[in-house]
């Protein structure tokens, strides 16, 4: 996936550069936009923790904490950590992920035959999260070796060829929803970065006259039935419409105000299931109505363009094309998750970065976060 090759030249080393220009270069705002984004994650945690007591051993928001301490030191150490490195690193990166998810193939826990999570030291840990952000690294790397093919049909397939095993794994988990944000980021990677857009259309094309097979073949029952009940879940108020009424309910009850943090009535009343993962935005909708979701949807705005500006001035190849990785599959994530929770897109199970509860999702993206920071660092001119 092409070899590490660094132009001393034209690359001014980070060790090299005084503290003021090291902190000229580094991206605050991508920091705070990050912060404002894990701060009301931590608020929807405190609001879950309230009844059972908020700091007590085992609480949401408790473990939240404990999530979050790693995440500023998984953060810290990428950013501090040479990004060129990981194309030298490419494809121990790609057996590292496909062992990943094997493994929690083979070990994994979860509820009716899922096998999703593996206990570590007493934590759940979701490797599909960290396997997005690992097949990003892949992707980028891959198309970094071919910068000067990006448009070809052969770089097209070799991407598809990448990330076919990835998706496969993810869905025998079964995990629809991150084998879906999978092939999200493989799209937004391949056209932000210049891949050709008549390949791409081929690419969909494909994927629309593969829906009937994957209907019958590869989706079971309860998929389906989550996948249809966005479009009349008053036909099932008690079965697979049930989450999607009381997601509404509460959204709707918000208003624009909201009814005030840990007042989500919804929620306390036990209406509302996984409120604090699939539809924590409908509990936030509840507390902090339209104007606490507003403040959210700006935030994830002003984010993404941070990630994007970060790639498009990025003196190579790698740093374009995972930005485009990172923006996409946050983008997707966004988009599907609030679709879900107002009744406009399948229930999927995708969780809303950031604020859903969750070590496994905060984490990665903590690491991406810090391998863009490293990006933006390892440019040959300081930019304020």
């Known amino acids: 996936m092409g070899a590490l090759r660094v132009e001393p030249a034209r690359v001014q080393t980070w060790a090299t550069r005084s503290a003021g220009a090291v902190w000229g270069i580094f991206d605050v705002q991508l920091l705070l936009y990050a912060g404002i984004l894990v701060f009301f994650g931590l608020l929807m945690a405190y609001s879950n923790s309230v009844g059972t007591g908020v700091l007590a051993a ?13 995440a500023s030191l998984v953060f810290v150490v990428a950013a501090a950590f040479d990004y060129r490195w990981l194309r030298t690193f490419a494809w121990p990166v790609y057996l590292l992920n496909i062992g990943l998810l094997v493994l929690s193939r083979l070990v994994g826990t979860g509820v009716g035959g899922v096998a999703r999570w593996v206990t570590i030291f007493g934590l759940q840990f979701q490797f599909s999260e960290l396997a997005k952000i690992l097949m990003i690294i892949v992707l980028a790397a891959y198309l970094a070796s071919r910068r000067d093919q990006l448009g070809t049909l052969g770089t097209f397939v070799g991407a598809l060829v990448l990330a076919a095993p990835l998706v496969a794994l993810v869905l025998i988990q079964p995990d629809l929803g991150t084998s879906m944000v999978f092939l999200a980021i493989l799209a937004g990677t391949l056209f932000l970065s210049g891949g050709s857009i008549r390949w791409l259309l081929g ?10 097979v994957v209907w019958t073949v590869v989706l079971r029952d309860y998929q389906k039935a989550r ?8 036909a099932d108020p008690l079965g697979s419409g049930y989450h999607l009424i009381q997601s509404q309910i509460a959204v709707g009850s918000g208003g624009i105000f909201g009814k005030g943090l840990a007042n989500a009535t919804q929620a306390q009343t036990g209406f509302l299931p996984v409120q604090t993962t699939d539809f924590v935005m409908a509990l936030l909708a509840q507390q902090l109505g339209l104007i606490g979701v507003g403040v959210v949807l700006v935030a994830f705005g002003a984010l993404l363009w941070r990630i994007l500006r970060i790639g498009w001035r990025s003196e190579d190849t790698f740093g374009l094309a995972f930005a485009s990785g990172m923006a996409s599959m946050l983008l997707f994530q966004l988009f599907v998750n609030v679709g879900m929770v107002i009744g406009i897109m399948p229930i999927t199970g995708i969780p809303m970065p950031f604020v859903t ?11 991406g976060l810090g391998i863009l920071e490293s990006i933006n660092l390892r440019q040959a001119k300081p930019r304020f």
């Open 203 to 212: 690419f969909a094309g494909l994927g629309l006259a593969a829906l009937p």
């Open 58 to 70: 085992g609480s949401t928001f408790a473990r939240s904490l404990v999530w979050l301490a790693i």
């Open 227 to 234: 996948l249809l009940s966005f479009l009349d879940p008053s």
């Open 357 to 367: 509860y969750g070590g496994a999702s905060l984490i990665s993206i903590a690491l």
